[in-house]
């Protein structure tokens, strides 16, 4: 095998690396950042958890408010007294 020949086998070798290589990653949803880093892309069940979380988050916060908000067993307490008066 001459020198010519083996340059054109490595780069025959490298092509059909590089083309399995992105065949792979495209089937199992791997993309690359701007840096090279691999990423796996998100899945179509990925937006439906973004969805949960955030409504979780809002029932939290909802809870957290009515569990540190005093205001209202305050005010309850003052009208039972009221009543309690008359």
């Known amino acids: 095998m001459n020198p010519f020949e083996m340059v054109v086998a490595i780069i025959i070798v490298i092509t059909i690396g590089k083309v399995l290589s992105t065949r792979y990653r495209a089937k199992h949803g791997i993309i690359e950042d701007q840096n090279g880093n691999e990423i796996a892309a998100p899945s179509q069940g990925t937006g439906r958890l973004q969805e949960d979380v955030k409504y979780l988050k ?4 909802v809870l957290e408010k009515i569990a540190t908000d005093d205001r ?9 007294e009221k009543l309690r008066d008359r």
């Open 58 to 61: 809002e029932r939290v916060a």
């Open 72 to 80: 209202g067993a305050r005010e309850l307490e003052n009208e039972i």
